[in-house]
Every structure is written in structure tokens, then in C-alpha cells.
């Protein structure tokens, strides 16, 4: 099992010149034995951040990140003395960056790239061996016939081939879960299904669980809807809502699930409509100062006062299937008895 959790609320602050930005803030997410979590919002959202500080790469300023109930720093500080060590936990936690190019040494063909993580993995086995699994496995990426590509440098690949390189090589480590930041990106977008396909077909073969970052909803909702997992929304370094693609795209609970929603024209949904953006103000607010109460209530187009004056928290929707972080949600909540904000429409409750 890989898992994830918050003690005291995970907290990640960076300084810039004059200020502090909290670029992850009070977030709580677990991560199942191959459970598949899309981390899903616009650039600056913290998405990225969340998933470095989730597979060790940043250290949090606050809260703890735990694998298999071993806090990761901890394992790093203890010099070997913890349960699980710090080596397991880099092994156990793989990333697939954004830019395949930049991942991969320029000086060093395909064969050396992929013999490191073997070495490690498997330090007993011969030099044949080796090459026997590096070739099994780049043509398990795709990659046929391998030995053209094995004495190769990166630069003699694709975009698409750099990637399945990438993915290659963290496989090889045997990972119990893979870190994907906008790991299809660069890729054509002729080829972005046969990437997704590929990564969802790995995950089940080899036992591991995916956290895919993404920008794009329609990305997410793939990934999501094919790989049986959930997506998560975050806003200015919060989750705001999360639950299945299917509830997600067909029943947003949260009004920037809807803004996201609008903005993905390819979601063949009637909601798509609508001319108007369903926010009240086009500019996301600035981090390092942002809102507050509820960080959306600037471009919210059913904010009132009661959300300039509380922070919501995320709780379940009445289905059951996930959880968002809108007061909206909660017939009880002040929020139905306080004054629409400027601009913003008279909410309904259903
Ligand atoms: Fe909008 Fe208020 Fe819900 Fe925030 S809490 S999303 S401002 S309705």
C-alpha cells in the first residue's frame, strides 16, 4: 500500500522577494495500493508543488508526507535508522517530468540512461541480463525493435520516444507509485491516447499507483474515467473538490469545477453553451496575498458575504462520491441568509 497523509495539515511556503507565498496549503490526500489521482487547475495553482512535496522531491515547511505510515523526512534525517529508508522511499516514488528532453543526460545513450536504474534495482545480474530487460522493456513502451534505439543519444528522439524512455526508466525502479506532471505535454497530440493508453496499461501490469498533474480537464476526465480513478481540483494551493470524472464533469459540486468545465469546449456537454465565463472576474489573484474566506469568492459567480468572511473546508457531497469545499453545499450554512456579492447571481437551493 502507498499512502499519503496529513498530520497537522501539509504546508509548503516559498519566499519571494518581499513576501511569503504558500503554494500548498492545508491539504490532506491519500494515495492507495494502484489508485489512479489526478491533480487538476490552472498554472500557479500549487498542482505541481503538491506532487514534488507528495514524492519527497520538496520538503514541506509543515505537516508531514508519510509512506507506509513512515514520515519521509524523517526517514531521510534518521540516517538509516528508520523502518523504511530513505533509499526505498526514492526507489518507491518515481516522477515523469513535463519536458522528457530535460530528463535524459544529452551525452549518454539510451542503454547507459536505462543500465542505472538496473544497477540499483538488480546490482547482481549480469551485463546480458540487463540488456535482455532493457530490451524487453523499451518494446514494452513501444519502442520496437529496441536495439535501434538502445545505442541512440536522447537528441535522435522524439518528443513521444524521449517519453516513453522516461517512463521506461522509472519502471525499471519498480515503483509502488509514479508521479506524472504534465508528463503528456510535450507529447504529439497525435499520440496523446496512445501515452495515456500506454500508462494506464502499465499501471495495472505493474502493480503501481499514478498521480497525474494536469491542466487540462479533458486529460484528467481520460484518465480518470479509463483508469477507474478520481480527480482533484485545486485552487490558489487548495483542493476544492474532489471525486470521480463522472461526477466531476456531469455534477460539479464546486463553482470552479464549472469554470474549468467551461473552459474544456471538447467535453461535448450541453453546460457548454453558455457564451459567458461563469466568473465574475478573469484574473486569478495573486498567491501571495490571496482572498480571504473562500480563496474563489473573487471570481465566484454565486459568492456572498459569508464567503469573503469563512474559509469552507472540504466535506463530502450528498452522494457520496467525493467531496468539495463550498458553502454552497450545506443547507444549513449562513450562507443562504447572507447578500450576494457584487456582480455575483442569486444561488438556488436545490
Ligand atoms: Fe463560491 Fe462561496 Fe462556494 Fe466559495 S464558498 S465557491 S465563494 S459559493
Not at 126 to 139: K, P
Not at 213 to 223: C, E, M, P, T
Not at 248 to 270: C, F, G, K, Q, S
Request: hydrophobic share 35%; net charge negative; with cysteine.
Amino acid at each position: 500500500e502507498v499512502h499519503f497523509e496529513k498530520e497537522q495539515g501539509l504546508l509548503d511556503r516559498f519566499r519571494s522577494d518581499a513576501s511569503v507565498v504558500r503554494a500548498v496549503d492545508g491539504i490532506s490526500l491519500d494515495i492507495e495500493e494502484q489508485d489512479l489521482v489526478c491533480l487538476l487547475g490552472e498554472s500557479g495553482c500549487g498542482k505541481t508543488t503538491l506532487g514534488k512535496t507528495m514524492i519527497g522531491l520538496q520538503r514541506p515547511t509543515g505537516g508531514s508526507i508519510r509512506y507506509r505510515g513512515q514520515d519521509i523526512w524523517e526517514a531521510k534525517d534518521d540516517g538509516g535508522n528508520a523502518e523504511i529508508s530513505h533509499e526505498e522511499i526514492r526507489r518507491a516514488l518515481q516522477i515523469i517530468h513535463q519536458d522528457p528532453g530535460s530528463a535524459l543526460n544529452p551525452n549518454r545513450r539510451i542503454a547507459n540512461i536505462l543500465s542505472e536504474p538496473l544497477r540499483h534495482t538488480h546490482p547482481n545480474i549480469s551485463q546480458a541480463e540487463r540488456r535482455e530487460r532493457m530490451h524487453s522493456l523499451l518494446e514494452r513502451v513501444g519502442m520496437t525493435p529496441a536495439g535501434d534505439f538502445l545505442d541512440r543519444y536522447p537528441h535522435q528522439l522524439s518528443g513521444g520516444e524521449k517519453q516513453r524512455v522516461v517512463l521506461a526508466r522509472a519502471l525499471l525502479m519498480n515503483p509502488n507509485a509514479i508521479l506524472a506532471d504534465e508528463a503528456i505535454s510535450a507529447v504529439d497530440v497525435s499520440l496523446r491516447i496512445e501515452i495515456m493508453d500506454l500508462m494506464l496499461e502499465l499501471q495495472e501490469e505493474f502493480d503501481t499507483s499514478f498521480l497525474f498533474i494536469s491542466h487540462d480537464l479533458s486529460n484528467a476526465r481520460y484518465f480518470a474515467e479509463h483508469g477507474d480513478g478520481r480527480i482533484a481540483v485545486m485552487y490558489l494551493g487548495e483542493i476544492v473538490e474532489i471525486g470521480t470524472a463522472e461526477r466531476l464533469i456531469h455534477d460539479p459540486r464546486h463553482p470552479y469545477t464549472e469554470v474549468l468545465r467551461w473552459a474544456t469546449p471538447n467535453l461535448d456537454l450541453d453546460a457548454m453553451e453558455a457564451e459567458d465565463p461563469p466568473i465574475r472576474q478573469i484574473d486569478v489573484p495573486d498567491p501571495v496575498n490571496p482572498p480571504s474566506g473562500c480563496r474563489f469568492h473573487t471570481r465566484c459567480p454565486v459568492a456572498r458575504e459569508a464567503c469573503r468572511e469563512e474559509h469552507p473546508t472540504l466535506a463530502d457531497v450528498d452522494d457520496g462520491d467525493g467531496k468539495a469545499a463550498c458553502f454552497r453545499e450545506d443547507p444549513n450554512h449562513r450562507y443562504w441568509d447572507s447578500e450576494p456579492l457584487e456582480g455575483a447571481a442569486e444561488s438556488k437551493e436545490e
